[in-house]
């Protein structure tokens, strides 16, 4: 059976798992209210999307 001669470094072991990070989510802004959401969907906090509001929010009343 196969025996490794010397210890692999952290370094040389690091270089070699360098390809599964995970990949950074794409973010834009909301044109409307500025929040951050995906690129091409619908803005989650106040439902805008092309110029048009797609999703009706209620409205929220202030005690």
């Keep these: ?5 010397r210890k692999t470094s952290k370094h040389r072991k690091r270089k070699r798992r360098s390809h599964l990070a995970l990949p950074v989510p794409a973010a834009t ?21 092309r110029g048009a509001d797609v999703l009706a929010k209620p409205l929220e009343e202030k005690s």
């Design 1 to 5: 059976m196969a025996v490794p001669k």
């Design 29 to 49: 802004r909301c044109s409307r209210c500025g929040a951050y959401k995906k690129p091409h969907t619908v803005c989650d906090s106040c439902g805008y999307y």
